[in-house]
């Protein structure tokens, strides 16, 4: 399944600082019967989010009109738990394309870069760096460059780079999951192939 090709980013972001945020709550177990991608990003933290009642919870930040964009900044340790890639997938279809942290689990970071969803890791003082300037003024813009491995924060000009799997960030760039990959070098497979039949 092809997704959006992602190259640089440059967006406002909705800070979630909470550490240890697992895939349960990213996307609680209830919701995980459909085996297609649509319609996560609508129980996306569905607990932090809403009520007994489904009313929106006024103190989460999802619920803050302040807050908007495609970043997901959110605290040390993101993505733990369980294995379920439908948490990625929530992420994905809420309409986050970047998600930064300081640490991520690796099943939920590969879950990520499989989609189209880039986890941009940066160091605890970088992270701490992006809350306060999102706290400070909430249209600050983050730019996120695949191309050069690099994050800023506009509006002091604070960079850090990241480190990206080359395979993945290839994929990423050109908008491909592993089997739009294997498509793509049809042909050279082939021709591998034939010559190993010779």
């Known amino acids: 399944m092809a997704y959006d090709k992602f190259n640089i980013l440059t967006s406002t972001a909705v800070p ?28 996306l933290f569905r607990d932090w989010r809403y009520n ?12 803050n009109p302040i807050y908007s ?13 369980s294995s379920r890639e ?15 942290s300081s640490f991520f689990a690796d099943i939920f970071k590969n879950n990520c870069l ?6 941009v890791q940066v160091s605890p003082e970088f992270s701490e760096q992006i809350f306060n300037a999102i706290y400070e003024d909430a249209n600050v813009e983050i730019e996120v460059n695949l191309p050069e491995q690099t994050i800023t924060i506009k509006s002091t000009g604070a960079q850090e780079s990241f480190d990206i799997n080359s395979y993945k960030k290839d994929n990423m760039l050109n908008g491909f999951d592993d089997i739009d990959y294997l498509q793509n070098i049809k042909s050279d497979i082939e021709t591998f192939a034939n010559g190993l039949m010779l």
Do not use: M
């Not at 964009?69 to 733990?80: Q, T």
């Not at 439908?86 to 930064?100: M, P």
């Open 16 to 43: 979630l600082p909470l550490e240890n945020v697992d895939t349960d709550q990213i996307i609680p177990a209830r919701f995980l019967k459909a085996t297609e991608r649509k319609g996560f990003g609508d129980n």
């Open 52 to 63: 007994g009642d489904n009313t929106p919870k006024k103190d989460f930040v999802l619920n």
């Open 69 to 81: 964009g495609k970043i997901l900044v959110g605290g040390k340790n993101f993505g733990s738990g």
């Open 86 to 100: 439908h948490a990625a997938w929530a992420v994905y279809d809420y309409g986050f394309r970047c998600v930064v």
């Open 114 to 119: 499989n989609i189209g969803v880039l986890p």
